[in-house]
Structures are given as structure tokens and as C-alpha cells.
């Protein structure tokens, strides 16, 4: 660790992983729900149980961010955080704003109420005062940030990841926005939603990805900075617009179906181009470094973003294929491979790379972890594979066939009988992620075969 | 983009700045999808199209392009001069560039003008639905190009007018594309 501020990224990954875990249960908790529905029907019910699942893997991945950023930052700029301690107070507000959350929405204490009760919109259900909480520190944190960025060295990885967390915090400002007309409210909701993870998201993957490749590999930051130029613009020119693939059927004119299929059929490039950089990089690559866990989670997140972002979406991207699939479970099985391929595995490459140097265990080849990775990633995709077919026999016997809903759900149990069992696996391999990044102290295995293994 | 390459051979370099053509490519890739969206929503109505293609003005269309043609002429003159070291005549022929630009613009105008006294929005009909977008999009670049060409008249160093003609040269090509598929095809 060259910098003493970049401590403040641990105590950053820390509570991130704790809401980790928190969304892996939770979501394992909502698998078992789908197999059996009556399950803790009255204590927790189905909505709020998905709800801590998404909204605590939101909380987590930004947390993962701000920490990635104030980690990274100081190596890019060389110079220190500009101030640590608002850095501490702004996790502060951020962990104490989630437990509202939390409590509000398990217990619903507050029902109704416009400053203390939950908002009801997907996603954006927090109450007011949270939001607010969440703007000051987002402030907070945009000061500290740009304050040291400003004045220190200016890279494009900086330059980048400071667009992508502006952009972050100022497309939330919609949240704040809602109409009483639902098309309107839908419009604005997918400003924030869309915006986020097809737009300013991954300005943010895109630029940890960079410092990763460059950390990893030891190309040359000439090479990594055009292609991430390249990267962010085809990013930003395909996700913007490409919101219109959510304003097919909300009520929006006609010509949106044409927007938005033309432009978010191109949204695939800039994934595709991410993993075709993060594979190049290490082809041309002289440096071999130790962490190859590391190196495991980077190619592991650009290949299964390529897939679960960029193949999955195009899947029923299209107006013509969407008008049948419109939210059945290949919606699903193509959110949970997008989020775990760009955003989660991207969060626990950093956190991968980081750990071993915030707590000097370098150098640390971290097979555990490497074993969790294949865990996860193996799970999450049996579970994009049962829910892709789950969802096909979904589309056919209720858009094309006109049953009933609930008579469909009966027809596809045994999917969510393996979903399940594929979430266990993808639980397991979190638990053991969090065991390997706290627990081991050392752990080197040699590539000589002579040398016995530790 | 090699440094053995010497400033004047151009061969096997891309005039303009990497990120210009990227540009260029993935707008080329958009105009291409709406064109070939057109043409197979079309391939189903044939009759229904060309019956919509009739309230279409193909005169303002035909002298639209020779307007924007002339424009990508003098915007490349301009680059020319600029090469050679005339500022001044640089300057003058992005000023006409853009002018012309505007020309465009005002007959464009015109156009949607006719169309809404006729009564005729974008959901009258699928071929208005392309009509408005493609050329809607199109007319958005050339606002777009004209702030640009004004833009590397102020900042002219060669490079960027480089950038800014390449951009002007992809607005031109795409119109060359619209004009005969949405106006002409029969």
C-alpha cells in the first residue's frame, strides 16, 4: 500500500460484504419461496423478501465502488484522500440510511407516512428521509473525491471513473422525481435504472476494469487508456438511447420500439469490447503476477458480463420478441447473469486485488478464493440456464398458448426445484469468498513442483 | 498511427482521430438498422408504403441533397486550403459548409411543415414512423455537424478540421442512403 488513505477502502469492502451475504440469503430465502410459496408467508412476505435482495445488492455494489474509488485514486492521482474522515462519516450515513431500510421494510412501521414510510417504487422504495441521506453523502463523497483527483495527476481511468460516479449520483436525483401519471413515473424510474446500469455503471466497470489490467498485466497505460476511450463511447452511445427498450409498452409513442431496439441491439459492443480487452491484455502481458485470483474474477467479470448483459439482453431486447417475453423468467435468468458478470464479479476483483495489499499478506495466490469463484460462477449460470428454459416454457404456454398465469407457474416448478439448488451453490461460494478474504493468513502455493505445498 | 509513417503519406492511416471513426462506425451501424428495419417492415406492406411515399415531397428531397453534397465539397476544399496554410480560405468554406447545412435544415423544415398541415404524425402510418425517425436522427446530426463546423473554424488546427469534415462526410453519406430508400424506392 503506497498510500495510508487507501485503508479507508477496507472498512468500504467490509460492510459491502456483510450486505453481501445479507443478498445472497435473502435471495436464497426468495428461491425457496418459488418452490414453496407459503413459506414464511406472514412474517416476511414474498415482496419484501425481494426487496432487501435487490436493494441490499445495490447498496452493496456502490459501497463497493465509493471503496474501489477511494482505493484506486490515490495510486492514480499520487497523492493522498483529501479527507479521510468525511470519508468515514459518509459511510456512516450511508450504513445507518440501510438499516432504516431494512427496518422500514421488514416491519413497516411507518406505512403511509411521506417523510418515514417506503416510497412502492421498484427499487426506489426507500423511504424520503433515506433518499435524502443518500444525496448528502453521494455529495460528500463527490467533494472528497474530485477534491483529490483535481489536485493530483489526471489519467483517464480517473477521468472516467469521475464521470461514471457524477453520473451515478446526479441520474438519482429522478428518484426524488414522481409523477402521478404511471407512464410518466415509469419514464423517469428507467432514468435512474437504465441510466445507472447500462449507462454510467459502466463507465465505472469499464474504469476499475482498466486499473485492474493495468495493476494485473503491466501493459502499457497508453494501450489500456485507448481502449477504455473506446469502451466508455460506444457505452454511452448505445445505452443512452437504448432506454427506449424499456418505453415499448408503458404507454410512450410508437417510434420508442424502434429507438430502443436499434440502439440497445448495440449496447452487446461495448461489453464485447471489454472482454476482448481484458483477454488481449493478458495475451500481450509481461508482468505475471501472483494474484492470480484476481486475474480469475477480472476475465471471469468481462466474459460473464458478455454474456449476461450483452447476449442474455439482446436475447429479448427486440420490440418483435419482447411483446412475448415482457417479464417472464428470462427477464430473470438474464438479470441475475448481467449483475453478477459486470457488477458483482467486478466488485470482488477489486476486492480480491485489494485485500492481500490493505492487510500486507502480499504476495497471496488465494486458491480458496479461486475456488469460490468457480462456485459462484458456475451457479449463477445453471441458474441463467434453468430460468432461460423455465422462461421459454413460460412465453409459450402463457403468451402464446393463453393460460392462465398460476397454471404456468405449477408447469415450470421443477426449474425453480434446480434454481434453488443452483442459488445454494452460488450462497456456498459467497460464504467461502468471505472466508477467504478475512480468514487465511498465508497461503503461497508454489509452480515448482519440488516445493511441497503449504 | 505508426510513427514510420511520415505526416504527408496517408496511405494505411485513417485521416481524423481514432475516436471520430468510432463515432462514424456506430452511427453507419444505426442508419444502417433503421434503413434495414424500413425495408423489412415494408417488404410486409408494400402497397401501404409506396401509397405514403406519394405525400412525400421528392423535389425538396433531390434538391436537399445536392445542397448537402455541395456542403461536404466545400467542407473538404476547406480542409484542403487549410493543409496548404489558407486560414482565411479555410475559414470561408466551413462558413459555406454550414451555411449550406442550414439551407438543408430550412427545407427540412418545410417538409415537416407540409407533412403536419396534411395531418400526417408519426403514427399514421409505419412508414411515417421510419419517415419522422430516420430522418428526424439525420436532421439532428446536421445541427449537430453545423456546431461542429463552426466550432473547428474558431479552433482550426488541421486536425480538427480533419475530425469535423470526416463527421460532415458521414452526414452527407447517410442522406445519400435516405433519399433513394425512403424517397425514391418504388
Partial sequence: MKYQTQKIAQLYFTVALALFAIQVLGGLLAGWIYVAPNTLSEILPFNIVRMLHTNSLI??????????????????????????????????????????????????????????????????????WVKIGIVVAALIFLYNVTMTVLQGRKTAITNVLLLGLWGLALLFLFAFYNPENLGLDKMYWWYVVHLWVEGVWELIMASILAYLMLKLTGVDREIVEKWLYVIVATALFSGILGTGHHYYWIGTPGYWQWIGSIFSSLEVIPFFGMMAFAFVMVWKGRRDHPNKAALLWSLGCA???????????????????????????????????????AYVALNLAIFTYAFPILKNRDPYNQVLNMASFWLMAGGMCFMTFVLTFAGTVQTHLQRVMGEGFMDTQ???????????????????????????????????ISTDATVPAE | MDAEVSPTDTTGTLPGDLMIWVLIVSELLVFGAALGAFLAVRAGDVGGFLEAQDHLDRTAGALNTIVLLTSGLAAALALRAREAGLRGRARLGLGVAALLGVVFLWVKALEYSAKAAEGIGTDTHPFFTFYYLVTGFHAAHVVAGIVVLGLVAWRDSVANIENATAFWHMVDLVWVLIFPVIYLLR
Fill in chain 1, 303 to 341: 466474459t460473464l458480463a458478455f454474456f449476461g448483459a450483452g447476449v442474455w439482453g439482446f436475447l429479448h431486447t427486440l420490440h418483435g420478441v419482447n411483446y412475448y417475453t415482457h417479464g417472464t423468467q428470462i427477464t430473470a435468468a438474464h438479470g441475475h447473469l448481467a449483475f453478477f458478470g
Fill in chain 1, 59 to 128: 447498496v452493496w455494489l456502490i459501497l463497493g465502488f465509493m471503496g474501489a474509488a477511494y482505493f484506486l485514486l490515490p495510486e492514480e492521482a499520487e497523492r493522498e484522500i483529501h479527507s479521510p474522515m468525511l470519508a468515514y462519516v459518509q459511510l456512516a450515513i450511508l450504513v445507518f440510511g440501510t438499516l432504516g431500510v431494512v427496518v422500514t421494510y421488514v416491519f413497516n412501521l411507518f406505512e403511509g407516512n411521506w417523510l418515514l414510510g417506503k416510497e412502492g417504487r421498484e427499487f426506489l422504495e426507500q423511504p424520503l
Fill in chain 1, 410 to 444: 405449477d408447469q415450470i416448478e421443477i426449474f425453480y426445484l434446480m434454481r434453488f439448488g443452483a442459488g445454494l451453490a452460488v450462497v456456498i461460494g459467497a460464504l467461502v469468498f468471505i472466508y477467504a478474504i478475512f480468514v487465511p493468513r498465508r497461503e503461497v
